[in-house]
């Protein structure tokens, strides 16, 4: 009987102590808008599990094309943010996701990477995206360089270029 209440106690005590625990979060959540902020985790989670190209700094990135252009930005010492938030649409209601941005610079890197796609409905649903997303960066005045696949195979000069024909100044060695 001594041996029961021995192996009982500290199971019941563990029970107690995880009970509270959850109470507690569940008040915290109800609180503070935890419950919200979980969603966007368990999103960002699930964007980020199709991801499926590491960069050279272990960055997970979607494509090859942006590994590689990931990998230009590190090797160069250029300060980027992967897929920040926009809102764009004529009241800013619409969330956009350009593929990098660049603070220092104020200018914003899109890689086009579908606009030659094989099947022709996807291609033309991307494009379709493509002109909106343009269409919002004219709207809010924001610089932006556009990259196709073709660019990549020398994406150094092909950047340089394109980044003063966005901002009219030449990239900073």
Same mark, same amino acid.
């Not at 106690?9 to 109800?30: H, V």
């Not at 902020?37 to 499926?52: F, G, L, P």
């Not at 660049?102 to 291609?123: F, I």
């Not at 033309?124 to 995206?129: A, S």
């Given at each position: 009987?001594?041996?029961?209440?021995?192996?009982?106690?500290?199971?019941?005590?563990?029970?107690?102590?995880?009970?509270?625990?959850?109470?507690?979060? #569940?008040?915290?959540?109800?609180? $503070?808008?935890?419950?919200?902020? #979980?969603?966007?985790?368990?999103?960002?989670?699930?964007?980020?599990? #199709?991801?499926?190209?590491? $960069?050279?700094?272990?960055?997970?990135?979607?494509?090859?094309?942006?590994?590689?252009?990931?990998? &230009?930005?590190?090797?160069?010492?250029?300060?980027?943010? &992967?897929?920040?938030?926009?809102?764009?649409?004529?009241?800013?209601?619409?969330?956009?996701?350009?593929?990098?941005?660049?603070?220092?610079?104020?200018?914003?890197?899109?890689?086009?990477?579908?606009?030659?796609?094989?099947?022709?409905?996807?291609?033309?649903?991307?494009?379709?995206?493509? #002109?909106?997303?343009?269409?919002? &960066?004219?709207?809010?005045?924001?610089?932006?360089?556009?990259?196709?696949?073709?660019?990549?195979?020398?994406?150094?000069?092909?950047?340089?270029?394109?980044?003063?024909?966005? $901002?009219?100044?030449?990239?900073?060695?």
């Amino acid at each position: 009987m001594l041996d029961w209440v021995l192996v009982s106690i500290p199971i019941i005590l563990i029970f107690l102590t995880a009970t509270l625990y959850f109470l507690r979060k #569940r008040e915290e959540k109800q609180s $503070t808008g935890e419950g919200e902020k #979980r969603s966007r985790r368990a999103e960002r989670r699930a964007r980020a599990s #199709r991801h499926t190209f590491l $960069t050279l700094r272990g960055v997970a990135v979607r494509s090859r094309a942006e590994k590689t252009i990931v990998d &230009y930005f590190t090797d160069n010492d250029i300060v980027y943010e &992967y897929e920040p938030v926009l809102m764009g649409g004529t009241n800013h209601e619409r969330e956009m996701r350009p593929d990098f941005y660049l603070p220092e610079y104020d200018v914003y890197l899109e890689y086009w990477g579908m606009v030659s796609h094989p099947d022709g409905s996807k291609r033309d649903e991307y494009v379709e995206k493509m #002109r909106w997303k343009m269409a919002q &960066y004219r709207e809010m005045n924001l610089r932006v360089i556009s990259i196709e696949h073709a660019d990549l195979r020398n994406f150094g000069d092909v950047f340089r270029g394109k980044f003063e024909e966005a $901002t009219g100044s030449k990239f900073p060695d």
